[in-house]
């Protein structure tokens, strides 16, 4: 006899999930989930209050690396009271994508895991992706939700409020500068108006930025539109 009581997990699904065609997918799982299209404000899938999972393409992927969108993703995934994981779906990227150094992403992904604790997990196609979805809902029992989730970056003493991470942001928007160099700079000078106003000599001073790089940014911020 049935109590009536509904043991479903309730899996959220941001509204832009439709066009992938993944949600006739996922609902093969319906005996886990109770699904709810949502306009979701972090991750493109929430599982419950624990878990947030944000779905890319490859070629989405290596795009958002370049306009620096992954960053300023992972960093509110970071800072949410869930758990969060990163889904790379699809096979190989574009003939445009292929000519970011593998360094370069081997370094992002790197940072996601170890620094803001983000996993990426591989998927095929979007089928595999909804398979892994209810794979990751069945873990749901065994995850505790974090109790401080404030970003602090490994190494440098600094646990990030949202106005300093908004200030990484915008530094690290600069062609060249990653969360690193960006951490650099603003512990070297400050505020980013110092940062504006440095010469190159001083901003080559800074700890991994060099004379062309700080040619570079120098350039950036002061030459006109």
Known sequence: MKS?????????????????????????????FNCEITRLPIG????????IIERKTIADFLASIKSGRIFRQAYRMA???CCSLLILEGGKPPPKATKMK??????????LAVVLNIPAIRSRDIKETAWLINQIAGQCLFVQKPKNKSLIFKG??????????????????IPGIGVEKALALLKSFGTIEKISNAGVNG???????????ANNIYTIIHEPF
Not at 6 to 32: A, H, N, P, V, W
Not at 203 to 213: D, F, R, T, Y
Request: glycine share 8%.
């Open 79 to 81: 800072n949410s009271q």
């Open 102 to 111: 593998r360094a370069a992403i081997q370094g992002v992904l790197l940072h």
């Open 4 to 32: 009536g009581i509904d043991t479903k997990i309730t899996l959220e699904i941001d509204y832009r999930e439709q066009r992938s065609g993944i949600i006739s997918e996922i609902e093969k799982f319906s005996d886990r």
């Open 44 to 51: 493109d899938y929430r599982i419950g209050d624990k878990i």
């Open 203 to 213: 901003l080559s001073e800074v700890h991994g930025i060099g004379q062309k790089l």
């Open 156 to 173: 440098s003493g600094l646990k990030a409020n949202k106005q300093q991470q908004r200030k990484l942001q915008l530094v690290q928007n």
